[in-house]
């Protein structure tokens, strides 16, 4: 099984083309002998809450898994014993960071503990991976900003009809990158990952799912993970721009779905089950460096 190539590689009908795995490994920082936990790039999360810590755990673990120098989270003492207890390593409470996921496993505005940390995190100027309770939080953001939501949540935050999406996702996720001038990766069997209108440009890329399993409970929570993960291994290098924050987002696409594949080796598997996957995926697209 070739876990690098997706059905309908190259130009889909959609008439983007598909993110390739020589594209997805220019986007995987490898740390090098001077790298650090600082260095290697420090990614906050904050996100789960008693209803769905689940969700932070999700994050958490495939943050880790994807390679970050360290993941500091923020969140319910109930959330965070159980972040906890399945990594270790993760660092708690507030402290340097370069990057931000919020907002997977809350409610639609995120509330509680988290609230005074989303806002303080809103107004940084650091790059964002905003997921579910967090997306209507969009145009608080003053960093560059990526968005991850599925058909129903594009629509809500358009304020239209979900059969509009469905009918027209790519015209769709353009809509809402203008919108909130921001990077959306409007999540289906088929992503767009679509960049905001600039001087009569747009990015437009897709990703088609390699497995139809990947319609389960998590998944999501895992997917952000790895963009937080990439986004905050590239922000200790350099000046993100769209364009790169946009590479990254398609990649985190492209390896949650590889991972995702390996995880059910074509049958069954649950999100959980990802994260275990990530390591030997990213070798794997490391060696076609070039290609």
């Known amino acids: ?26 986007y995987i920082r490898v740390p090098g002998p001077n790298d650090d936990k600082y ?3 420090v990614l906050g999360i904050a996100t789960g809450s008693t209803a769905f810590p689940g969700a932070a755990v999700l994050g958490v673990d495939a943050a880790h898994a994807t390679g970050v120098g360290m ?9 965070e014993l159980q972040v906890l207890h399945r990594r270790p390593e993760t660092v708690t409470g507030e402290g340097q960071v370069h990057a931000w996921l919020l907002g997977s496993g809350t409610g639609w505005a995120v509330p509680g503990t988290q609230s005074a940390v989303v806002n303080r995190a809103l107004v940084s100027g650091l790059p964002l991976v905003l997921d579910a309770g967090a997306l209507p939080l969009a145009d608080l953001a003053t960093g560059l900003t990526i968005l991850t939501p599925h058909h129903q949540e594009c629509a809500r935050l358009m304020a239209c009809d979900p059969r509009e999406v469905d009918e027209d996702p790519l015209g769709s996720a353009a809509r809402l990158a203008d919108q909130f001038t921001a990077i959306v990766v409007l999540k289906g069997h ?30 999501g929570d895992v997917l952000a993970g790895i963009m937080g993960a990439l986004v905050a291994t590239h922000a200790t290098q350099t000046t993100l721009d769209r364009g790169t924050l946009a590479g990254l987002a398609a990649t985190a696409v492209f390896v949650h779905g590889a991972a995702a594949l390996r995880a059910g080796s074509g049958g069954p598997f ?4 990802i994260a275990r996957h990530l390591g030997s995926v990213i070798a794997g697209i490391l060696e076609n460096r070039g290609a």
């Open 1 to 26: 099984m070739n876990v690098f190539t997706t059905p309908g590689q190259g130009r889909a009908s959609s008439g983007i083309a598909e993110w390739s795995v020589g594209e997805a490994a220019q």
């Open 39 to 41: 260095r290697h790039g």
């Open 71 to 79: 993941v500091r989270f923020i969140g319910e003492k109930s959330v």
């Open 190 to 219: 088929v992503t767009f990952i679509v960049s905001p209108e600039h001087d009569g440009n747009r990015s437009s890329r897709q990703v088609s799912a390699p497995t139809t399993w990947l319609a389960t409970a998590g998944t």
């Open 270 to 273: 649950g999100a959980s089950d």
